[in-house]
T-cell receptor, first 114, second 109 residues
Framework: NAGVTQTPKFRILKIGQSMTLQCTQD?????MYWYRQDPGMGLKLIYY???????DKGEVPNGYNVSRSTTEDFPLRLELAAPSQTSVYFC?????????????FGEGSWLTVV | TQLLEQSPQFLSIQEGENLTVYCNSS?????LQWYRQEPGEGPVLLVT?????EVKKLKRLTFQFGDARKDSSLHITAAQPGDTGLYLC?????????FGTGTSLTVIP
């Protein structure tokens, strides 16, 4: 049972480099999300999508971009990486946006920008 | 400004003690969820509260949704070392799904 799969699990970037965090889900969920989590803190919403072709900004979108060309995939792009983007990134999906439905998480991607 | 504020942010208690974690917002939610997260893993859903004033129990954990559906609390009775982790409330006032600021709980044996 794959669920939500995100890659890579660990990555070290140099300041100014770019990279894409991949996320795919096999549950046919319309809603997908990207969060970042700093140590000991809650998750902050970066971007979300309510379906293929539709994306919207969350709480902390600056420095990131997303696309949703298919229902399954929701990649997160970091352009010109900065040390402030050092964090753990979680991709998630759910059947609907309201909290009455369970949200499923990927295993996380640890990103360090040096 | 966070949509969902949790308090306290950090809590360290002895095994056997009781504790309460609070989740507050100025917004009304149709429902709120509580998650527990262990280091290196994603959050795991504990409970969903839907009705204002609702109380749900999960073994030693008691969850309450405020009457106005703007706040929630998590009470743990006789805490165990296995309760150690990061507790997060979460809710969706629309299509976005927000998490609270988190409460890091450490239960000392």
């Amino acid at each position: 049972n794959a669920g939500v799969t995100q890659t890579p699990k660990f990555r070290i970037l140099k300041i100014g480099q770019s990279m894409t965090l991949q996320c795919t889900q096999d549950m046919n969920h319309n809603y997908m999300y990207w969060y970042r989590q700093d140590p000991g803190m809650g998750l902050k919403l970066i971007y979300y999508s309510v379906g293929a072709g539709i994306t919207d900004k969350g709480e902390v979108p600056n420095g990131y971009n997303v696309s949703r060309s298919t229902t399954e995939d929701f990649p997160l792009r970091l352009e010109l990486a900065a040390p402030s983007q050092t964090s753990v990134y979680f991709c998630a999906s759910s059947t609907r946006g309201n909290s009455g439905n369970t949200i499923y998480f990927g295993e996380g991607s640890w990103l360090t920008v040096v | 400004t966070q949509l969902l504020e949790q308090s306290p942010q950090f809590l360290s208690i002895q095994e056997g003690e009781n504790l309460t974690v609070y989740c507050n917002s100025s917004s009304v939610f149709s429902s709120l969820q509580w998650y527990r997260q262990e280091p290196g893993e994603g959050p795991v859903l504990l409970v969903t509260v839907v009705t204002g004033g609702e109380v749900k129990k999960l073994k030693r954990l008691t969850f309450q949704f405020g009457d106005a559906r703007k706040d929630s609390s998590l009470h743990i009775t006789a805490a165990q070392p296995g309760d150690t982790g990061l507790y997060l409330c979460a809710g969706a006032p629309g299509n976005q799904f927000y998490f609270g600021t988190g409460t890091s709980l450490t239960v000392i044996p």
